[in-house]
DNA sequence: ACCCAGGGTCATA
DNA sequence: TATGACCATGGG
């Protein structure tokens, strides 16, 4: 990995003056983040806001709601985030053991290895939903790696584009230090970018981020040249 | 009509 | 350990 701190600092400088801060994680509380977390597993954050809409409007947006609420019930509240019965499960899962481990204040208790690992331990939340709660529900300094993150840095030339999760993880980390502010404002960038170059020009072959797009040139709508 | 989305689990070899 | 199937709605 050719990855060093001044060139994932000059991609995120051009990011940054691109889109400006993000102010992320979109969600009023941390369980609102971390519900958010589960439900846009491989799906549209616009989908998500509906099904979080509808647990909002029938007063459900609460751990202990969600565990006494119907599986059934709770999936068709959960339907605009698609994959809702599997979610369903999952969410239900993740309440069970968050309200089993004592609520936010008791796992605020954790050192962040030891948070990560009971995360983990939760059937439906893998790395990137667990790294998503600790960085934007817990403020650890943890940086999130999503599919869009390896591409655009393989796409640079500066990981291997096979590169595991943990791997990638580790080297963002090592590299930058950490930096809660950083890793939170990176990763709101990284994602932003994304939407905002597939908004203006859906498959237009030019972004970096696009799973069909080749790397190398750029649409005038993207801050396409993040290496300098 | 097709592609994609802020992944994760499980069954199989 | 490494692929592949599966989950499903909604927007471009």
Known sequence: ??????????VFD???TAYGRQHWWPGETPFEIMVGAVLTQNTAWTNVEKAIANLVARDKLLP??????????????????????????????????????GGFDAL???????LRDALLSVNGVGPETADDILLYAFGRAV???DAYTRRLFSRLGQV??????????????????PDVGLYNEFHALIVVHAKTVCRVRP??????????????????????????
Do not use: Q
Request: hydrophobic share 40%; proline share 4%; glycine share 4%.
């Open 203 to 228: 498959r237009c072959g030019d972004c970096l981020l696009r799973e069909n797009c080749p790397a190398g040139r750029g649409s005038n709508d993207c801050p396409r040249d993040l290496s300098r």
């Open 143 to 145: 940086f999130v790696i």
């Open 160 to 177: 291997p584009a096979e590169v595991a999760y943990e791997d990638l993880r580790l080297a963002f980390e090592d590299k930058l230090g």
């Open 1 to 10: 990995m050719k990855l060093n701190r001044r060139s994932l600092l000059t």
């Open 14 to 16: 051009s990011l940054l």
């Open 108 to 114: 605020s208790k954790l050192d962040t290895a030891t």
């Open 64 to 101: 202990e709601a969600i565990i006494a609420a119907r599986k059934d019930h709770l999936a068709n509240w959960l339907r605009p985030s698609g994959y809702f019965n599997v979610k369903a499960e999952r969410l239900k899962n993740f309440c069970r053991w968050y309200v089993e481990a």
